[in-house]
């Protein structure tokens, strides 16, 4: 089943919030390709652009964290580490709709506890500093 993005899953800052749209879309290409009946070859290319993108949206969010001192920054990195080790893992002999869907909840609960706290911070900094 497609994932779909909602406006109560953004964290404010449009950066973010752009890369998380855009995950979703690459889960949805990958279940796509896998309902289409791909081969395992084209949906292991799929896995490593979803994983890719992973791995630039979770940069780009640390990124922002030691620029702006975000106090949480080793836990949250700490989050992402252990989730690209699991989805690593997981690369090899799950099905497709099991990646897709550990993938799916990981990032929803990520944004609601983790992502929105530090959209929280991103945005009261922004805020001081336009005052």
Do not use: C
Not at 51 to 61: D, G, I, K, Y
């Amino acid at each position: 089943m497609p994932v779909q993005w909602t406006n109560d899953l953004a964290v404010g800052i449009t950066e973010i919030d752009d890369q998380h749209k855009e995950l979703f879309r690459r889960i949805n290409d990958l279940l796509e390709a896998a309902d289409r009946g791909k081969d395992r070859g084209e949906i292991d290319k799929f896995v490593a652009f979803l994983q890719n993108h992973l791995v630039t949206h979770f940069a780009t969010e640390e990124k922002y964290m030691l620029r702006y001192g975000y106090p949480h920054y080793t836990r949250h990195k700490a989050r992402h580490t252990l989730f690209i080790m699991h989805f690593t893992g997981m690369k090899r002999g799950n099905p497709i709709a099991s990646i897709a869907q550990y993938t799916t909840d990981w990032l929803l609960d990520h944004i609601d506890k983790a992502d929105k706290a530090l959209g929280a911070f991103l945005t009261s900094i922004q805020t001081k500093k336009a005052a």
